[in-house]
């Protein structure tokens, strides 16, 4: 079956400092891979699109110098938050979508805590 | 733009009692709609889903059936159980040309022994 894993699952950074969290997928090919931040609330927010050999594709409100990507093959990506601070707490979620398929397969998150 | 409307914030229940959670959704054409389903400290899992009017997605015991008329995808099940509880997620296909999915704001089920 299609998984999808997330590292770490929780994160704890001072503000100010960085993480890196990363996602891959497990039992298909990752063509596209959508990052999403989800609130305590338990909306979503999209933060970027990323399809391989593509340029990934931000939401306003999101930058890539605040949320570099990377996505080099079809089974990993990875994103940082630079210069955390407390409004980038949440769980960060990975949606991974096998081409020309429409449903997004999604891991388990990075649940990012800034002190 | 895109948009999904999930009516009921908190649906509580007893076992073995029916479902239904209602989804609305506004967009262009026709979306690909989807239910997912989200448990404590788990990232959201992919129930099922529909592309065209009248096709009805199922899965372990859910069903919906995409409605254009109604533009609806209501979740329902005739008997639920203890473990479904979670919250519950309805989204669509964006129409824009992307493929993000756009969420509704979840329904909490809550079943009761």
């Known amino acids: 079956g299609a998984l999808v894993y997330q590292y770490p699952r929780r994160t704890i950074c001072k503000s100010g400092t960085s993480m890196r969290m990363e996602c891959q997928a497990v039992g298909f090919q990752a063509t596209s891979v959508a990052w999403y931040r989800q609130s305590p609330q338990k909306t979503f927010e999209l933060i970027a699109l990323?399809?391989?050999?593509?340029?990934?594709?931000?939401e306003q409100n999101f930058t890539q110098e605040k949320f570099p990507i990377s996505h080099p093959n079809l089974s990993f990506s990875s994103m940082t938050v630079l210069n955390a601070y407390l409004e980038d707490r949440g769980l960060y979620l990975c949606?991974?979508?096998?081409?020309?398929?429409?449903?997004?397969?999604f891991g388990p998150g990075t649940r990012l805590t800034v002190l | 733009g895109d948009s999904v409307t999930q009516t009921e914030g908190q649906v509580a229940l007893s076992e073995e009692d029916f479902l239904t959670i209602h989804c609305n959704y506004s967009a262009s054409g026709y979306p690909a709609l989807f239910w997912y389903v989200q448990y404590p400290g788990e990232g959201p899992q992919f129930l099922f889903r529909a592309s065209r009017d009248k096709e009805k997605g199922s899965s372990r015991g859910f069903e919906a059936t995409y409605d254009k008329g109604t533009t609806s995808f209501h979740l329902r099940k005739a008997s639920v159980q203890e473990s479904d509880s979670a919250v519950y997620y309805c989204a669509l296909g964006a129409s824009s040309g992307s493929w993000q999915l756009i969420f509704g704001s979840g329904t909490q089920l809550t079943v009761m022994p």
């Open positions: 949606g991974a979508r096998e081409g020309g398929r429409y449903e997004q397969y």
């Open positions: 990323s399809t391989v050999n593509s340029a990934i594709k931000y």
